[in-house]
């Protein structure tokens, strides 16, 4: 049987490229995502063998996303597609359960044989990332611990992308009052009480992309 795959990726012209290059290796991609919180719909919908996720998406960054489907989906392996080589978001990652991190600069070559370890119980990380890892490993015990929980993340992505309240509660399927109350919590927690700097905060934890 084929590796069936879930792709996700808010660019139509990466994710077109993508399916062609997975379909050319006989893998079979069962649906397409434009957004984080499209990818977890589907990938709970077909249970796919591996969830591909770009880590910069509309509605749900992949860390996050990566998160819901370790609950709703835990037999879905995730891979994430990122230009990120820091130790923070390698180290985010691999809490969040992902169990293969890919640069986009080395995609092209790395994709297909990531999915090949995964599918096999092992963690892939592209080339030249071990030093990364190892330094975010040495350096666990020194990161401030996230004050915010994951549904305040997601409140604050949605603040930061310019949703209105009543978007954001739309979106997460949640009343608008909720949505209000996270969003005053979050702001409470990080001391930061308005929009423009919440913004600042989300682009510095690569939850948007500036």
């Known amino acids: 049987m084929p590796i069936r795959i879930v792709l996700a990726d808010d660019h139509v012209l990466v994710r077109q490229g993508l399916k062609s290059l997975l379909e050319r290796e006989k893998f079979q991609v069962l649906a397409e995502a434009?957004?984080?919180?499209?990818?977890?719909?589907?990938?709970?919908?077909?249970?796919p063998d591996i969830t591909v996720l770009d880590i910069s998406m509309p509605t749900l960054n992949g860390v996050d996303a990566a998160?819901?489907?370790a609950r709703s989906s835990p037999k879905t392996k995730v891979i994430l597609l990122t230009q990120h080589e820091e130790e923070q978001y390698?180290?985010?990652?691999?809490?969040?359960?992902?169990?293969?991190?890919?640069?986009?600069s080395q995609v092209a070559k790395d994709l297909?044989?990531?999915?090949?370890?995964?599918?096999?119980?092992?963690?892939?990380?592209?080339?030249g990332m071990s030093r990364a890892v190892m330094d975010a490993y040495r350096t666990r015990s020194e990161r401030p611990v996230d004050p915010l929980t994951v549904?305040?993340?997601?409140?604050?992505?949605?603040?930061?992308?310019?949703?209105?309240?009543?978007?954001t509660a739309s979106l997460l399927g949640i009343s608008v009052k909720t949505a209000e109350s996270h969003r005053m919590r979050l702001m409470q927690?990080?001391?930061?009480?308005?929009?423009?700097?919440?913004?600042?905060?989300?682009?510095?934890?690569?939850?948007?992309?500036p």
Do not use: N
């Open 90 to 104: 390698i180290h985010e990652a691999l809490e969040a359960g992902v169990k293969g991190y890919v640069l986009k």
């Open 34 to 47: 434009s957004d984080g919180q499209d990818a977890v719909r589907l990938t709970e919908m077909h249970h």
């Open 151 to 167: 549904r305040e993340r997601q409140v604050l992505q949605l603040i930061a992308e310019g949703k209105s309240t009543k978007d």
């Open 67 to 69: 998160r819901e489907l």
């Open 189 to 209: 927690k990080l001391d930061i009480h308005e929009t423009a700097s919440l913004v600042r905060y989300a682009v510095r934890r690569g939850l948007i992309q």
């Open 112 to 127: 297909v044989f990531a999915i090949q370890q995964v599918s096999r119980g092992e963690v892939y990380l592209s080339p």
